[in-house]
């Protein structure tokens, strides 16, 4: 039968042979042998739970190893066996007048039950009765009476094994549309389907993505949990745009922990990383800050590293239509491709000479200006200028005599307590047609802990006319923005 037939697409169906003496002469006769611990074997007819069947699976992998290991072992010992045997041999003709024959024992065939790793899982060494019954079932009628997931997951082995991708598909299907927990998005993340079938449980495999990217959007909120995520499910929750992070450089920090906390081996560790993590990072939306700290870190090639942070670089320097259209590309937008970021990532230009000065720019787009109407806020991400920290806030405010809302920018100072510092500052705007950025306000300020400065109206025009298609402030849907800071010390 064709391994791809599938009588429930409408095909034919030949429900009605199955099993009946009059279309066959010939009985096929089933044994499955299982120990009093496999899913199954209660006579449940689904096992246990999922939690059962991983459990299954993982300590059927681990006894085939140990048998692997103990038949390699006795290889060894049988080998070491037959040469003293043929030494004693040689000792024994020299002393004797007629030789005696001897009959050396084949070693043992290593692993001559066990699966090759070839696209079948290795814990296949018996295929249960019910999963075998609703195969065979599935390939004369196209359906399956059960929607119990662990029975569904071992109908699913035993169609890979035996190259059903119809009755993979249908499982799959079937699996997908049940509720899913993160035990068993992970489980279905970790099934052992050969690449030629991968096809058919494609579906499964991105919904269970799907749902720990949503489980765990808020990423800080679990942290702890998320610890203790294997590293199938880090990639699909660190895959995500819509991941609700202060900034990237959260995620990279987090990743760091989380292979220190999984790889206690640094070659393994930095080799993960390399392979797998660091892919996932999108380095073009970290601050410099921290892009200084990837280039010393230990757990990271140098190599990669510092391809990495120049790759950022160049970024950051791009033209906003450049930046966007990366971002956009499906080639590309994996690298940079913005997520769900509490806080606005910065462009910062910064001096040291003749006064220490940065130039910081904030891009909004038209809808996130829209969505701070009536009272909201946006904050960007902090940047730093004579060793303190700044941040810039944009908010939807109600006019001083409150008679219309209005656009108003803030530059706040991030530390609290003690500390002050004058800074002279600037903000600027790019307008249309020019394009070029105008200067809308200036002047210098003393900033004490926790304190900051701007203006609850910046454009002199109310919300409505600052969100109309025509506006003079969006660009290609973009608002950008400028804040220019100097110290000039004494």
Known sequence: ????????????????????????????????????????????????????????????REELRKEKAESATQMLDQTICNEAEAEECDAYEDNQEEPVAMIEESPPDVGQ????????????????????????????????????PTLLL??????DKFEVVSCMRHCSQLLTSLPMTTESALLYLDLPCSISMA?????????????????????????????????????????????????EDTIYDFLLRWARAQYPKSDERREILSSRLLPLVR?????CRKLRKVLTCTDIDHEQATKCVTEALLYKADAPHRQRALAADAATCQKFAERAYKYRPLKVVEFDRPYPQCIAYLDLKREECSRLFPTGRIYSQAFHLAG??????????????STFYCFGLFLGMQEKGSMSVTVDYEFAART??????????????????????GYRNLFAIPWTTFMADDSLFFIDGMLHLRAELTIKQA
Not at 154 to 159: C, S, T, V
Not at 283 to 287: A, E, L, N
Not at 388 to 401: D, I, K, V
Not at 433 to 448: A, D
């Open 1 to 60: 039968m064709d391994p791809d037939f599938s009588p429930g697409g409408g095909g034919p169906s030949f429900e009605f042979a199955f099993n009946e003496v009059n279309f066959s002469d010939r009985e096929l006769r089933i044994e499955v042998v299982a120990g009093d611990d496999t899913p199954g074997s209660s006579g449940d007819g689904g096992g246990g739970g999922l939690a059962d069947w991983a459990r299954h699976r993982k300590r059927r």
């Open 388 to 401: 303190q920290g700044f941040f810039l806030s944009a908010h939807c405010n109600m006019e001083q005599q």
């Open 432 to 453: 249309r047609p020019s394009g070029e950025f105008v200067s809308k306000y200036k002047g210098n300020y003393t900033f004490t802990g926790g304190k900051a400065v």
């Open 283 to 287: 380095f073009s939306h970290m601050t």
């Open 113 to 148: 039950d066990a699966d090759d790793g070839q696209g079948i899982d290795s814990s296949w060494t018996v295929v249960e009765e019910n999963a075998l019954m609703e195969l065979l079932s599935f390939m004369y009628s196209g359906k399956l009476t059960t929607t119990e």
């Open 199 to 247: 096809a058919a449980v494609q579906p499964l495999t991105d919904a269970a993505k799907d749902f720990l990217a949503v489980k765990y959007k808020d990423l800080t909120k679990f942290q702890d949990e998320v610890m203790n995520i294997p590293l199938a499910g880090i990639e699909a929750i660190l895959s995500s745009n819509d991941l609700q992070v202060a900034s």
């Open 154 to 159: 071992d109908i699913l082995m035993a169609a």
